[in-house]
RNA sequence: GCGCAGGUGGCAGAGCGGUCAAUUGCACGAGACUGUAAAUCUCGCGCCUUCGGGCUACGGGGGUUCGAAUCCCUCCCUGCGCACCA
């Protein structure tokens, strides 16, 4: 007997809250039915902050659920009212539909997108940008209470905070709930899952099928999954962690979930990993430094759902030949650049290398960290600012690691060719 | 449209004519300690530099002044109040 997939979600910290518990449960263990959650296509790639969220689906898809992976085309269009040119409206389409692209490419990866009984992707512009107004406001606007709403906690911080509100920014609500009422009348979409900053949203969806069609329909939130010290996950100094390996190489994702916080690891496991929930409990019961078993663990097994076991491979590869110490270890995988040889020959100031590499900004801040003794090569600490890598340094005769700080490393090749970037 | 209060570094928020590249907190980076963790302590945190200094910055533009983030004008933006909606 299979265990229910809410009570699994549940378990696994998937489950923030909901409209009905119990009710959700009855409706998970029966037949298949159809959900969907809402995803923003503004930038061409999801980064970790939005894979809870593709877990929670691929579960329950893998409970035999249709899932419906909603792009918001059309509320993207209307975009930031604060960005404004005559231009943009045009290009926005073009990179949405763009973006979208990609997107279901990664989001192929996890889910079973096959258009029919096992999922598919869709676009609110498909009904939104159709929409007439007049005909909006009386099939949907109709059903809302603007005193109602400006109670809920989004708009009312918002006014209380002094920070006013466009009427634009008002009608997301309208927007998303449509969507609700539009999956239902097309594909019976009983329930709806999304992170739990988009509640009211949500809710307002649930309301409207109710008074619409006096049905009743679900939803649940996914907890905000922040890291340690309420920091938003997968932001690092980069910037976000991404799941396209050409905005985020493999070996740095792998790298980032390495870096977690020793109190993360658990939760990380049970929400970005499908490994069962007794293993983890085990992995992560270790103490001090033997957790980092269960993050190399964690690490390889998210990185292999999103890159691929042979990348994953590769990854783990290169953070033992740069952090194993030994000669260990293919270092291939660390981010690279190539350097001619003949440019080698004239010399190479380090600081130069640190800002082509993107291990420094800036020269001056390059200078900075080697002041403060945060750069090595090959082990040894350059001491002087003005330091010059040259040729008769290299340890063997085509390649190098560049370590800036404690745990950032770029590997330096040296090519024959006259070229250098 | 009128009145009031504002627009300062990634964020919050000081400064209100020179000593301001700009107090402070958060965030971030490095070092020490460690386990590629956390906490703690120390340092750093616009860009360039031949390390003397140079350059660009306090919403945009213009002005006053030897000198402006700081004063004046104007435009844009935000919030609050009032009015308009005959």
């Not at 809870?52 to 659920?65: P, W």
């Not at 509100?165 to 009348?185: G, T």
């Not at 033997?290 to 491979?313: C, N, P, S």
């Not at 290299?394 to 490393?409: E, H, I, M, V």
């Amino acid at each position: 007997m299979q265990q229910n997939v809410f009570t699994l979600l549940k378990e696994r910290g998937f489950v923030k809250q909901s409209t009905d518990e119990e009710g959700i449960r009855e409706l998970l263990s029966g037949s298949p039915i159809t959900f969907y959650a809402g995803f923003d296509p503004t930038a061409d790639s999801f980064h970790v902050g939005n894979l809870a969220l593709i877990m929670a689906m691929s579960h329950l898809q893998r409970a035999g659920h249709r899932a419906i992976a909603l792009l918001g085309g059309g509320t993207a269009l209307i975009g930031d009212p604060s960005g404004r040119t005559e231009a943009r409206p045009m290009m926005a389409q073009e990179t949405i539909d763009a973006n979208s692209a990609r997107l279901r490419l990664q989001l192929a990866q996890f889910l079973t997108l096959d258009e029919e009984e096992r999922g598919m992707l869709l676009d609110n512009a498909l009904w939104l940008c159709e929409a007439r107004y007049i005909d909006f406001l009386r099939e949907v606007g109709a059903h809302f209470r603007v005193n109602e709403m400006v109670k809920t906690e989004t708009y009312r911080e918002r006014m209380e905070r002094g920070e006013g509100l466009s009427f634009l920014e008002f009608n997301y609500q309208l927007l998303q709930a449509y969507d609700y009422l539009q999956l239902f009348h097309k594909y019976r979409c009983v329930l709806q899952i999304g992170g739990s900053d988009q509640w009211g949203n949500m809710i307002a969806g649930v309301d409207l099928v109710r008074r619409k069609e006096r049905k009743l329909v679900y939803v649940f939130t996914i907890p905000l999954v922040t890291a340690a010290g309420g920091k938003k996950m997968g932001k690092t100094a980069a910037g976000a962690v991404w799941l396209d390996a050409e905005k985020t190489s493999p070996y740095e994702f792998y790298q980032y979930w390495i870096n977690v916080d020793d109190g993360d690891v658990e939760r990380f496991l049970l929400l970005f990993t499908f490994l069962p929930a007794e293993e983890i409990r085990k992995l992560a019961s270790a103490q001090g430094a033997a957790l980092r078993d269960a993050k190399a663990r964690l690490a390889f097994e998210v990185t292999t759902l999103v890159h691929g076991e042979a990348e994953a491979k590769r990854a783990r590869e290169g953070a033992h030949a740069a952090f194993g110490g030994g000669e260990d270890g293919d270092a291939s995988a660390v981010p690279t650049i190539t350097i001619s040889r003949t440019r080698l020959a004239q010399g190479i100031p380090i600081v130069d290398l640190l800002v082509e590499t993107g291990l420094s900004a800036s020269k001056g801040a390059a200078r900075r960290l080697i002041a403060q003794g945060g750069v090595s090569i090959g082990g040894a600490t350059i001491s002087s600012p003005d330091a010059i890598m040259r040729e008769k340094q290299l340890l063997d005769n085509n390649a190098f690691l560049l370590r800036a700080g404690k745990r950032r490393y770029h590997r330096v090749v040296v090519e024959n060719g006259a070229h250098s970037r």
